[in-house]
């Protein structure tokens, strides 16, 4: 079998392995979600090796999609960080043949102290789901590996079984994008939802301003100093006139260095693109983006009284990791 045909068998057999839990969602899986949704504590996932992967995983899932959840290894737990478990929490334990010595030796403990107990298991008979709250059962029919032995089918319907009670968490917790933006400051969504204009304008001594009744050569001087490759033109109250960038300038200066004394007003760009200072970053790159296939590089940037308070240049939006 070549290496393509196997690895499609692979795929395969794990795909079919995912589909197959859809038959298997039951009222257990609905107590899974009540126990969870109504704890006070926090949701507590375990397991060892491949399965302990696994749990780690859903763990980082829960916690980033608006249920608190942790990983606690068995072996520690039962050396000391069961203290981390309380009768508020809910705890889910992951093991393929639910007979893992490791998870089976934290069970006493926890019904001592009270915590309610969601198993994930491969065998809904075994001695874990026997002593649980709610059983999932994440039984396949064979591992993907030709030998049958590998957790890889098993490992996969086990995980996909903990997204599923993740979103379905999610979902009831009303989780929205903006509260994923907040646990996420660091990634790209983050960026695109949490970071607005004004966090990232040029402005103060950094905005480049001139008024309407400068020059074209006074213009010139404020662009340069400024290096945002534009101006914007204002009037006396500082309300937007027009801006007018080095592109202007250029085409200006293939008519002749009179060009040079034209008042600034002439050769601006009135009712130019803008963007308001409470506007999300990621908006305004939207906004000089769908010019193309010329996007615009610069937008001035206004208040609620059309002062031009700032400017933001595309470079900027780029480098802070706005998508």
């Known amino acids: 079998m070549s290496v393509i045909e196997t690895a499609s068998r692979v795929l395969r057999d794990e795909a079919d392995a995912v589909i197959s839990l859809v038959d298997k969602l039951d009222g257990q899986f609905e107590e899974a979600v009540h126990l969870i949704e109504n704890a006070k504590g926090r949701v507590v996932l375990t397991g060892m090796g491949k399965s302990g992967h ?46 893992t010595a490791e ?4 069970l006493p403990s926890l019904k ?12 809904p008979r075994s001695t874990l789901a026997r002593n649980a709250d709610a059983v999932l059962d994440a039984g396949v029919k064979k591992e993907a590996d030709s030998l049958g032995l590998a ?24 989780f929205t994008a903006d509260n994923f933006a907040i646990f996420h400051p660091g990634g790209s969504l983050g960026k695109k939802l949490l970071l607005t204009v004004e966090m990232v304008m040029h402005k ?9 009744t ?21 009037d006396k109250k500082g309300c937007l006139k027009g801006l007018m960038t080095d592109g202007d300038v250029r085409r200006g200066l293939e008519k002749g260095v009179d060009f040079l004394s034209l008042p600034v007003d002439a050769v601006m760009t009135v009712n130019p693109q803008v963007i308001h200072k409470e506007k999300l970053a990621a908006e305004g790159l939207h906004k000089m983006e769908e010019h193309r296939p010329h996007p615009i590089t610069v937008l001035p940037v206004t208040d609620d009284e059309g002062k031009a308070i700032g400017m933001i240049h595309i470079t900027d939006l780029l480098k802070q990791g706005v998508m």
């Open 54 to 99: 696994i749990a780690r995983k859903v763990a980082a899932t829960m916690a980033s999609t608006g249920t608190p959840a942790f990983f606690l290894h068995p072996a520690e737990g039962i050396h000391g960080d069961l203290g981390m478990v309380t009768a508020d929490d809910v705890v889910i334990a992951y093991s393929n043949s639910g007979e």
């Open 214 to 234: 400068a020059s074209v050569k006074d213009a010139l001087f404020v662009m340069t100093d400024k290096g945002l490759g534009a101006v914007s033109v204002v």
């Open 204 to 212: 103060g001594e950094e905005n480049p301003l001139i008024q309407e």
């Open 112 to 123: 001592r102290i009270g915590a309610k107990l969601v198993a994930v298991v491969g065998n």
């Open 103 to 106: 998870v089976l030796n934290i």
């Open 151 to 174: 957790p890889t089918s098993s490992t996969t319907a086990a995980l996909a079984l903990g997204d599923a009670l993740a979103v379905c968490l999610m979902e009831r917790h009303h």
